[in-house]
């Protein structure tokens, strides 16, 4: 055998997978077709994020005012912005593929594509292995009458590319967090945005409460938001591409015209290429890799992690997963045993949570407590002129066991850490109220929606 | 599968131990499983 690990795909599952099980003395190669990295370091998490904190800055530039400061007409050089947000994506890979060389991990450029349940083909070279760890990601669904030229009609790879001068009227066909992101980052940027979600709410998985008031404030800002719509199908014309819009209860269709329309309607697992039946794998309808705890597949020396083995399709459930295939591999009781897996919509202020949403926590049983802090209440929080939204904790009642914690609020996504390790440890409401948060800090909110479950908040009336 | 009330090192000393934490009854607040719980379960148990 030419390795003990050949990993394919070197996106956030694949690339932990190879350095852990170079960690722990196994020999390893990663093969990758593209740039090391996947989707979340290249055309996902990292680029989005960098053009979220550029248009939140412009904004910050506008609440400046408040305090005193002003500043003559700014100006937004577009390419600059670009090419500083390609430019940490460069070195964030270059990071990578310094850590494979360090980690002595072997990388196989190409594609690579089974022969056998042993063998994979990468070019015109054939590599064996006695273990696999398929980290192939995903790609953007595609919609029916909606065809992308990643100019007037683009995914989430065409908008990451932000034209000079910014569009004016923007569609975004999908409320789910990327389309979110993508909303706010060209809101901020200064296109009229509109966004269209076929279902009756949009961020589907958060909880209803926190979504109320994360869509209030999207549209406080100026985002159009529209549920129950569907685009039919768009045209380019000179005056800019025409979209069918369809309202998806009375049925009643209209035209509207923008300048850019964003399909972001999810994302679907990528097997393509891969000729899994030669290892005797099949993916599952939805083009899945189904997978038990600890990651292997129906061919035991085969495993699958990341987007191509379910969902939720995040980079940290992807790094966890390629954690614990390699561990698995190299003879560890690994398991993929989380209590819960966060998510972030990294707008500002950010909508974030982990663990049960409110509804989920009644569905599967539970007696319920809610407790609720607003920011409006924190000093912090009034410190960096970021007031609005709410800590919601959801907790078993008796037990005061907590099931989930929905941030609204500025740094909501550095929030979660806390709540993450408080549901992994089994913590009570009690024991984050217990625990000395640092004040003035926004993390202040979540011990105080903790004391808020039991009526005892100091900062709000407690009804 | 049900929620297991056991620090993330906790399950992790079950699964090296061969321990099924589902079977192993926490003595801690709100059933919390401890390191002592599984050690005395695996003695007990087998
Ligand atoms: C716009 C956008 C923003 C996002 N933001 C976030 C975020 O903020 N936080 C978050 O958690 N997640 C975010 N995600 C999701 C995140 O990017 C994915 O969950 C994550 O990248 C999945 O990692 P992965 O390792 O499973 O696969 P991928 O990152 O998709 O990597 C798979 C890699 O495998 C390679 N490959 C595929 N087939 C083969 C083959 N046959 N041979 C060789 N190589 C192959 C591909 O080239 C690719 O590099 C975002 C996604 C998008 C699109």
Known sequence: ??????????????????????????????????????????????????????????????HAADFGLSYGPA????????????????????????????????????????????????????????????????????????????????????????????????????????????????????????????????????????VKEFGKIMKKQGIEIVTRMKANSAQKQADGVHVELENVETGEKTTEVF?????????????????????????TERGFIEVNTRMQTGV????????????????????????????????????????????????????????????????KGYKVKTGLFPMSASGRAMTLQSTEGFVKMVVEEGTDLLLGVHIVAAHASDLLGEAGLALEMAATASDVALTIHAHPTLGEAVLEAAESVHKQAIHIVNR | RPVIHAAPSVRRLARELGVDIAQVRGSGPAGRVSEDDVRAFQKGGS
């Open chain 1, 75 to 210: 100006t937004l050089d577009i390419a600059k912005m670009n090419g500083w947000k390609d430019g940490i994506v460069k070195k964030l890979t270059g990071g990578v593929a310094g850590l494979f060389k360090a980690n002595k991990v072997t990388h196989l450029v190409g594609q690579a594509s089974f022969i056998d349940a042993n063998t994979v083909k990468i070019g015109d070279k054939t590599y064996t292995a006695s273990s696999f760890i398929i980290a192939t990601g995903s790609e953007p669904a595609t919609l029916k009458g909606l065809d992308v030229d990643q100019v007037a009609i683009v995914d989430s790879t065409g908008a990451l590319n932000v034209p000079d001068p910014v569009p004016a009227r923007m569609l975004c066909v999908g409320g789910g967090v990327i389309g979110f992101e993508f909303a706010h980052i060209y809101n901020n940027l200064g296109s009229k945005v509109k966004v269209i979600e076929f279902l009756p709410n949009i961020i589907p998985g958060a909880d209803a409460d926190a």
């Open chain 1, 1 to 62: 055998m030419d390795f003990d690990v050949l990993v394919i795909g070197a996106g956030p599952g694949g690339y932990h997978a190879a350095i852990r099980a170079a960690q722990l003395g196994l020999k390893v190669a990663c093969a990758e077709m593209g740039a090391v990295g996947g989707v979340c370091l290249n055309i996902g998490c990292i680029p989005t994020k960098a053009l979220l904190h550029a248009g939140e800055t412009i904004a910050n530039t506008r």
């Open chain 1, 300 to 363: 035991p020396h085969i495993y699958a992690v990341g987007d191509v083995a379910g969902n939720p399709m995040l980079a940290h459930k992807a790094m966890k997963e390629g954690l614990v295939a390699a561990e698995v591999i190299a003879g560890k009781p690994s398991e993929q045993d989380a209590v819960a897996i966060p998510g972030v919509v990294y707008t500002s202020p950010e909508l974030a949570w982990v663990g049960l949403t409110e509804q989920e926590a009644i569905d």
């Open chain 1, 259 to 283: 300048d850019r329309v964003l399909v972001a309607v999810g994302r679907r697992p990528r097997t393509a290429g891969l000729n899994l039946e030669a290892a005797g794998l099949k993916a």
